[in-house]
């Protein structure tokens, strides 16, 4: 079983910058391929980066690619989503995720944090 807790979202003006973490319980942090997802209101659940379970390899949906950054620290058992140059459409719940598969798809997913609000303001 792995708990996983959100923290750093917020608002912020467009253009701005904030960084989300992911604290996880368990001492298997790293075998679990890490995600971020978000939801807007009225939208499906959707990808936004990951990251393998060294750390090595990353992804991230288009939307986002040059201005997130996905990172962990398997020391502390952490993950973490640096977000630059923010826009009102990033505006969303903020959801961390574990899993064994990994990648794009929610599916792949086995635990999911609670989520976190992000509000970005034109």
């Known amino acids: 079983q792995v708990q996983l807790v959100e923290s750093g979202g917020g608002a912020v003006q467009a253009g701005g910058s904030l960084r989300l973490s992911c604290a996880a319980s368990g001492r298997t942090f790293r075998s679990f391929a890490m995600g971020w997802f978000r939801q807007a209101p009225g939208k499906e659940r959707e990808f936004v980066a990951a990251i393998s379970g060294g750390g090595s390899n990353t992804y991230y949906a288009d939307s986002v690619k040059g201005r997130f950054t996905i990172s962990r620290d398997n020391a502390k058992n952490t993950v973490s989503l640096q977000m630059n140059s923010l826009k009102p459409e990033d505006t969303a719940v903020y959801y961390c995720?574990?899993?064994?598969?990994?990648?794009?798809?929610?599916?792949?997913?086995?635990?999911w944090g609670q989520g976190t609000q992000v509000t970005v303001s034109s």
């Open positions: 995720a574990a899993g064994v598969l990994g990648g794009t798809a929610d599916h792949a997913y086995d635990y």
